[in-house]
Nanobody
Framework: QVQLVESGGGLVQAGGSLRLSCAASGRPFSSYAMGWFRQAPGKEREFVAGISWSGGIPYYAYSVKGRFTISRDNAKNTVYLQMNSLKSEDTAVYFC?????????????????WGQGTQVTVSS
């Protein structure tokens, strides 16, 4: 069992930056691949970024590649999402998710544990 708590969301102007954090508790954090997803109003939840359990392999959705960076600190049981050059279309609730296994798939049904989400609002 893993508990996930996101933080770092907020209101930012277009072009600005935010860093989201997801703190995990429970089973050893290093045994999980981690993902970030987001859900905008009226839309389905979508994959944003994922990282392998060792932190060596990041994956990104095309829409955020080059702007967002996922990282993890296994000693702190935390995964991060650095978001730069934010756009209004990045406005959404952002969720972190954990999956037992090495690699982070992009399908949400593959993930076993979810946080409660943190709101990111980008004003234009």
């Amino acid at each position: 069992q893993v508990q996930l708590v996101e933080s770092g969301g907020g209101l930012v102007q277009a072009g600005g930056s935010l860093r989201l954090s997801c703190a995990a508790s429970g089973r050893p954090f290093s045994s999980y691949a981690m993902g970030w997803f987001r859900q905008a109003p009226g839309k389905e939840r979508e994959f944003v970024a994922g990282i392998s359990w060792s932190g060596g392999i990041p994956y990104y959705a095309y829409s955020v590649k080059g702007r967002f960076t996922i990282s993890r600190d296994n000693a702190k049981n935390t995964v991060y999402l650095q978001m730069n050059s934010l756009k209004s279309e990045d406005t959404a609730v952002y969720f972190c998710a954990a999956r037992t296994g090495a690699l982070p798939p992009s399908e949400e049904y593959e993930y076993h544990y979810w946080g409660q989400g943190t709101q990111v609002t980008v004003s234009s």
